[in-house]
């Protein structure tokens, strides 16, 4: 069913390259809409994501996942910077360059919010069926192919093809979702939270048709997240997002186990465990984070690391490597002669 | 998800209703379902008043419309030697107005100007205004303020102001007066067209098509339309007595239909100074115009509640 | 707060500013020239010429317009056609007599109508709140003309004790006990609409605010029906008094019908004079007076709802 090569993991290289990825967002206040400052959404961020991977991407709310899904999707125009599919920019002119309607069929998005999702007077085969009807399928095909995906997804398409999406449960609805995402035979799906607001017996089973579907299909995932739990358990690399910008990016047990940015580490220690031996007394991250509007230079988490030093005022980590080549960290500890008590010294040049 | 706004935006003309708040939850659930419109007749036929204003208007309307058939009398043939005869005289069941013609006749027929001077202008105001307030609602931006501030303008002056002052610019007549109520309902109407387009608009599916690649003109006709009209024509029917009412009403101070046309507001008007003579035959062109209003609001108010499926 | 006051004076200048140029415009858009009320049929060229000269008229349009209302912003509103006296004196008039009868008309509607709502929201699904439920359809319903008119029928001609029409016996409203009469049926006849809008509005408040879950709450903590009274008044007052304040506002400007069944002088009366004989300069004047004073009322209207309420102020 597909049309393109399946993009497995065997074969490594980036389908998806974001490179200074950028949006702010004007607050206007006052009589005449004055500039009251900028919200920094997104900060200047760059990263790969390999084709027929499962890239997590968590934070907190407010740190940029979102309005980075959307960047990528091209639902709002950035500021700054480069979005490359397959090696052509999104948005830019060819040869070099990917028009936005081709985008929209290689890329698609599941959102949080099941029902208002999906367009409360159109039946489950229409909404299905609307994105290639768009693109020029004729409408029967459409139609078959939206029966096909329901049943693929798990939803009996005698029974549920005509219904209407109020007379459905929350879970069968982002299946739904996730058929109408795949009608379109995209090649990367980013799942906004697609999992966030079901039951947890629900989860596990659109997680796990989430993963079979990936295999089937060969598609790439860039799943966002606030449980850590479940990103840990769907994903290959993971992205620490906090405040618009990259704290940590590196493979699923790098993160999870020894990890290095103090942010990661207090997200991770935040996780109530089962074990009740394990309680935590003390919270891990105290403060409130600081407002993203107009932020101060120098690290975002400084206010909240128990790390932090002079130096961290200064500039704006950059992200190193720590441990692997394929997992990198924005924190001064990490860079050495960086000045942190903590970092390593300068590199000793080989002998 | 929206701010509460001050009461005079949310208030139509003479504060009816308060315009719909588009919940997606509660209201267009129940639109899709399958054999919902059934659904909402069977509620209709069961709410006995709005069965019953429903059959007056529709027997008014025949009247109307088959007058030349119906009516017992030419509405403008009258003597003068019989004028203001009283109501159940011989020969003229409604007695007779200032120059000798048959009331019931002329209140047979005042109903066809009185009924489509007030309903054209809505119909009018709902097209255009509709077409506003999407385009708005969904252009957003500065498009979206410039066409809301102009409406702003007019709804600036109160209505029957507004109205008299165009109709009264323009000069006295039947076209120039449904203009002017045309010019007076589209801004409500397109208000609230605008304020559920931009509801709407912010929902996920929206987005969702945008995200599938559908062009503009493929969102609005597919996603958008079918959860606007809706609201939309429900806040219009609610206009329909007011416009009614005003349309008699500028008639009634001279500036609508000009005699010897037969229409209820008119009528009224050449019948007053006859209040000492016969105020039974005096009054009842307004009667009737009460009574059409009055069936007009009971049915809107029947379909809404009809259509507001929580229960 | 201050800085929201501020910012509402100033989105109200544009439209005050456009509601004078569809005042001024309004008359251009009638068919006819505006002098031939005045003119006789056979008037020639020059006495034309000189007459449009007198009254501005051969200047081009935006030239007519910025000179009108930079005379109107002095209050000078210029010299009616038809009786060649000011216009200001004629409206200052006719405003002073709508005014009465729009105060007398809100008297009897707002506090009727806070009535009949409260007491339906709380007995919501009696008897009692369908009645006034009928009630208030019926009176939005009501062609207020005509009731004016039955009023009249059935309180001058049946029964003789009230006046059919004017203001009084000295052709303006004055406050003795002479006039008093003579504002009865007026008043209760535009008071009809109003108490009607007002009762729906309270009533759909009342209600809602007595179902919410915090007056649950509150009663559960052993809070009188006198105390849960007082919260449902500070919660229902922002958008009660909003309505009020722009129903008002509907009777200064629309007062026009009423006034002409009981030949009331007051500003909708003299429209009705200045539509019918032409006469610009009144026309102009006292649409902009009716225009303007309800743009006023609606800011005022919501920075008092803005005062009252706090969830809009954060806004």
């Given at each position: 069913?597909?049309?393109?090569a399946r993009?497995t ?15 702010y ?5 006052g009589?005449f809409n004055?500039?009251?400052g900028t919200v ?8 790969s994501?390999?084709?027929g991977?499962t890239?997590?991407i968590v ?13 990528l999707m091209?639902?709002i125009e ?9 090696g052509k920019?999104i948005?830019e002119?060819a ?9 929209r069929?290689?890329?698609q998005?599941v ?9 409360p007077?159109?039946t489950?085969?229409?909404s299905?069926a609307f ?9 029967r095909?459409a139609?078959?192919?939206?029966r096909?995906l329901?049943a693929r ?6 029974r549920y093809a005509a219904?209407?999406?109020h007379e ?15 009608a ?6 980013i799942?906004d939270?697609?999992?966030s607001?079901?039951?947890?017996s629900?989860e596990a089973?659109v ?5 079979d579907?990936k295999?089937e299909f060969g598609?790439?995932y860039?799943?966002?997240s606030?449980?850590l739990?479940v990103?840990?358990?769907v994903s290959d690399?993971?992205?620490?997002m906090?405040?618009g910008?990259?704290?940590e990016?590196g493979?699923?047990?790098?993160i ?6 103090p942010?990661?580490k207090a997200l991770?220690?935040?996780m ?6 394990r309680r935590?007394?003390?919270?891990p991250?105290?403060?409130?984070p600081?407002s993203?509007i107009d ?8 206010t909240?690391c128990p ?9 704006d980590?950059?992200?190193v ?7 990198r960290?924005a924190?001064?500890i990490l860079?050495p ?9 300068a ?5 | ?5 001050p ?9 009816t209703?308060p ?5 997606p939850a509660?209201a267009l ?5 399958r054999?919902?419109w059934?659904t909402?007749?069977a509620?209709?036929?069961r709410?006995?008043?709005?069965v019953a204003?429903?059959l007056l208007l529709?027997a008014?309307?025949?009247l109307?419309?088959?007058a030349?058939?119906?009516a017992p009398a030419?509405?403008f043939k ?5 004028r203001?005869?009283p109501?159940?005289s011989?020969?003229?069941l409604?007695g ?5 013609r ?9 109903g066809?100007l009185s009924l489509?001077?007030g ?8 097209l ?9 609602g969904f252009?957003g931006g500065t498009v979206?303020?410039?066409?809301m501030?102009?409406?702003d303008?007019?709804?600036?002056f109160?209505?029957?102001l507004?109205?008299v002052a165009i109709s009264?610019?323009?000069g006295?007549?039947?076209f120039?007066?449904?203009v002017?109520?045309t ?12 304020s559920v ?8 599916f929206?987005e969702?098509a ?6 503009n ?8 339309l ?10 219009a029917?609610?206009l329909i007595s007011v416009?009614?009412?005003l ?5 009634f101070?001279g500036?609508?239909t000009k005699p010897?046309?037969?229409e209820?507001?008119l009528?009224?008007?050449?019948l ?11 009054a009842l062109?307004g009667a009737m115009?009460f009574?059409?209003?009055i ?5 809107s ?6 259509m507001?499926?929580?229960? | ?7 509402r ?6 439209i005050?500013l ?6 001024f ?5 009638a068919?006819g020239d505006?002098l031939?009320t ?5 008037a020639s ?6 007459l449009k000269?007198e009254?501005g ?21 210029g ?15 006719a ?12 008297l009897?509607?707002f506090s009727l109508g806070?009535?009949?709502g409260?007491i339906?929201?709380?007995r919501?699904g009696t008897?009692?709140?369908k009645?006034v439920?009928?009630l208030?359809?019926?009176?939005v ?8 008119m039955?009023?009249v029928?059935v309180f ?7 006046p059919a ?11 003795d006990a002479?006039?008093l009469k003579y ?11 109003p ?6 509005t ?13 007056v ?5 903590r052993?809070?009188t029906d006198?105390?849960?009274f ?5 919660n229902a007052a922002?958008t009660?008094l909003?309505?009020m304040?722009v129903?008002?506002?509907y009777l200064?400007?629309g007062?026009?019908?009423?006034e002409t069944?009981f030949s ?6 003299l429209?009705?004079t200045a539509?019918?004989q ?6 102009q ?8 004073f309800f743009?006023?009322?609606n800011l005022i209207?919501d920075l008092v709802?803005?005062a009252?309420?706090?969830?809009i102020?954060r806004?």
């Amino acid at each position: 069913m597909s049309t393109h090569a399946r993009d497995t993991n065997d074969n490594p290289r980036p389908i998806l390259e974001v490179r200074e990825l950028r949006k702010y967002f004007p607050l206007s206040s006052g009589i005449f809409n004055q500039r009251a400052g900028t919200v920094h959404a997104v900060d200047d961020i760059s990263f790969s994501v390999m084709a027929g991977e499962t890239l997590g991407i968590v934070g907190e709310s407010g740190c940029g996942k979102s309005t980075t899904a959307r960047l990528l999707m091209r639902l709002i125009e950035p500021d700054a910077g480069r979005v490359l599919l397959d090696g052509k920019g999104i948005a830019e002119p060819a040869p070099t360059g990917m028009a936005i309607g081709e985008v929209r069929r290689q890329m698609q998005m599941v959102f949080q919010d099941s029902f208002a999702s999906l367009n409360p007077r159109l039946t489950i085969e229409d909404s299905i069926a609307f994105g290639p009807v768009v693109h020029g399928l004729p409408r029967r095909q459409a139609k078959a192919r939206a029966r096909e995906l329901l049943a693929r997804v798990g939803l009996a398409p005698e029974r549920y093809a005509a219904r209407y999406p109020h007379e459905l449960s929350g879970g069968q609805r982002q299946r739904i979702n996730i058929a109408r995402a795949l009608a379109l035979e995209p090649r990367v799906v980013i799942l906004d939270e697609a999992v966030s607001a079901l039951d947890k017996s629900v989860e596990a089973q659109v997680l796990n048709l989430l993963l079979d579907l990936k295999q089937e299909f060969g598609l790439t995932y860039l799943f966002i997240s606030h449980d850590l739990n479940v990103v840990r358990y769907v994903s290959d690399r993971v992205m620490v997002m906090y405040l618009g910008k990259i704290a940590e990016i590196g493979p699923v047990e790098a993160i999870f186990g020894g990890t290095a940015h103090p942010y990661t580490k207090a997200l991770l220690s935040a996780m109530p465990s089962m074990d009740p031996a394990r309680r935590t007394q003390k919270p891990p991250l105290t403060g409130d984070p600081p407002s993203p509007i107009d932020p101060a230079p120098g690290c975002r988490f400084r206010t909240r690391c128990p790390y932090a030093e002079d130096v961290c005022a200064r500039l704006d980590p950059q992200l190193v490597t720590a441990g692997s080549p394929d997992h990198r960290v924005a924190c001064e500890i990490l860079r050495p002669a960086s000045g942190h008590s903590l970092a390593a010294p300068a590199i000793a040049h080989a002998a | 998800m929206s701010m509460p706004s001050p009461a005079t935006n949310e208030l139509d003309l003479r504060g009816t209703a308060p315009a719909p708040v588009f919940d997606p939850a509660k209201a267009l659930v129940a639109q899709a379902t399958r054999g919902y419109w059934r659904t909402v007749l069977a509620r209709l036929l069961r709410d006995k008043v709005t069965v019953a204003c429903a059959l007056l208007l529709l027997a008014i309307v025949l009247l109307a419309v088959f007058a030349p058939l119906l009516a017992p009398a030419d509405p403008f043939k009258g003597s003068i030697m019989q004028r203001l005869l009283p109501i159940g005289s011989e020969g003229f069941l409604l007695g007779t107005d200032e120059l000798g013609r048959d009331m019931l006749t002329r209140l047979i027929y005042g109903g066809r100007l009185s009924l489509v001077m007030g309903i054209t202008p809505v119909i009018n105001a709902l097209l255009i205004g509709a077409f506003l307030g999407i385009v708005g609602g969904f252009m957003g931006g500065t498009v979206n303020t410039l066409i809301m501030r102009t409406i702003d303008v007019f709804y600036a002056f109160p209505s029957v102001l507004l109205a008299v002052a165009i109709s009264g610019a323009l000069g006295a007549g039947i076209f120039n007066a449904m203009v002017a109520l045309t010019v007076v309902f589209i801004p409500p109407v397109a208000r609230v067209a605008e304020s559920v387009t931009t509801q709407v608009m912010s929902l996920d599916f929206v987005e969702a098509a945008r995200a599938s690649g559908a062009s503009n003109f493929t969102i609005i006709r597919v996603h958008i339309l079918g959860n606007v009209l809706g609201p939309v024509f429900i806040y219009a029917t609610s206009l329909i007595s007011v416009s009614m009412i005003l349309a008699s009403g500028l008639s009634f101070l001279g500036l609508g239909t000009k005699p010897p046309e037969p229409e209820w507001g008119l009528m009224l008007n050449t019948l007053r100074t006859a209040i000492y003579l016969n105020p039974g035959v005096a009054a009842l062109p307004g009667a009737m115009i009460f009574m059409v209003s009055i069936c007009f609001n009971m049915m809107s108010d029947g379909l809404r509640a009809a259509m507001d499926v929580t229960q | 707060m201050f800085f929201y006051l501020l910012k509402r004076l100033a989105l109200v200048i544009p439209i005050a500013l456009s509601v004078t140029v569809v005042c001024f415009s309004l008359v251009y858009i009638a068919p006819g020239d505006p002098l031939s009320t005045i003119l006789p049929s056979d008037a020639s060229i020059e006495l034309i010429a000189t007459l449009k000269k007198e009254y501005g008229l051969d200047k081009p349009i935006p030239v007519q317009y910025a000179m009108w209302l930079s005379r109107a912003v002095q209050g000078d509103l210029g010299t009616s056609i038809a009786t060649g006296r000011p216009v200001n004196a004629e409206l200052g008039r006719a405003i002073f007599n709508t005014l009465i009868l729009a105060l007398f008309g809100s008297l009897i509607g707002f506090s009727l109508g806070l009535a009949f709502g409260t007491i339906a929201g709380y007995r919501q699904g009696t008897w009692i709140d369908k009645s006034v439920t009928a009630l208030a359809v019926t009176g939005v319903s009501v062609p207020h003309y005509w009731l004016g008119m039955v009023l009249v029928i059935v309180f001058s001609v049946y029964y003789n004790v009230l006046p059919a029409m004017g203001a009084g016996p000295s052709g303006d409203w004055m406050w003795d006990a002479e006039h008093l009469k003579y504002v009865v049926l007026p008043a209760i006849t535009i008071s009809v609409i109003p108490t009607a809008i007002v009762t729906r509005t309270v009533r759909a408040l009342v209600a809602d605010i007595l179902g919410r879950e915090f007056v649950t709450a509150l009663r559960a903590r052993g809070l009188t029906d006198r105390g849960v009274f007082w919260h449902v008044v500070k919660n229902a007052a922002p958008t009660s008094l909003a309505v009020m304040g722009v129903q008002l506002g509907y009777l200064m400007g629309g007062s026009i019908l009423v006034e002409t069944v009981f030949s009331w002088p007051g500003s909708g009366f003299l429209l009705n004079t200045a539509i019918f004989q032409r006469d610009i300069p009144l026309l102009q004047g006292t649409i902009l007076a009716l225009a303007l004073f309800f743009v006023g009322l609606n800011l005022i209207v919501d920075l008092v709802q803005t005062a009252l309420d706090p969830r809009i102020r954060r806004a």
